[in-house]
């Protein structure tokens, strides 16, 4: 059974950093694409960073140059490291995976499969 477990999350000030990890159960090589997606109260959940097993990444326009995702198959586990952080990027974020192939939708929370339960950031101004 696949397990995506979230952990890293936490309350920080404007402009200063977080870095979230994501254990898998399952070894991470064998996931097609993997992201970071993050909901906000109110608001739809939005894609924020994503890999697939190219290596290809990409990122929302609202956390390119702050962000970086990365992933460790020897570890199996994904990061997201979130430099810079503004108020506006409050929420909780999960994790997903999947090992569906096919045109690569990386940041449509359609495309995945497998998610987390979530770990809250929360930045304060």
């Known amino acids: 059974q696949v397990q995506l477990v979230e952990s890293g999350g936490g309350s920080v000030q404007s402009g200063g950093s977080l870095r979230l990890s994501c254990a898998s159960s399952?070894?991470?090589?064998?996931?097609?694409?993997m992201g970071w997606f993050r909901q906000a109260p109110g608001k739809e959940r939005e894609g924020v960073a994503a890999?697939?097993?190219?290596?290809?990444?990409d990122y929302a326009d609202s956390v390119k140059g702050r962000f970086t995702i990365s992933r460790d198959n020897a570890k199996n586990t994904l990061y997201l490291e979130m430099n810079s952080l503004k108020p506006d990027d409050t929420a909780m974020y999960y994790c997903a995976a999947t090992s569906n192939g096919g045109s690569w939708h990386s940041l449509r929370s359609d495309a995945y499969t497998y998610w987390g339960r979530g770990t809250q950031v929360t930045v304060s101004s």
């Open positions: 399952v070894f991470t090589a064998t996931y097609v694409s």
């Open positions: 890999i697939n097993n190219a290596n290809w990444i």
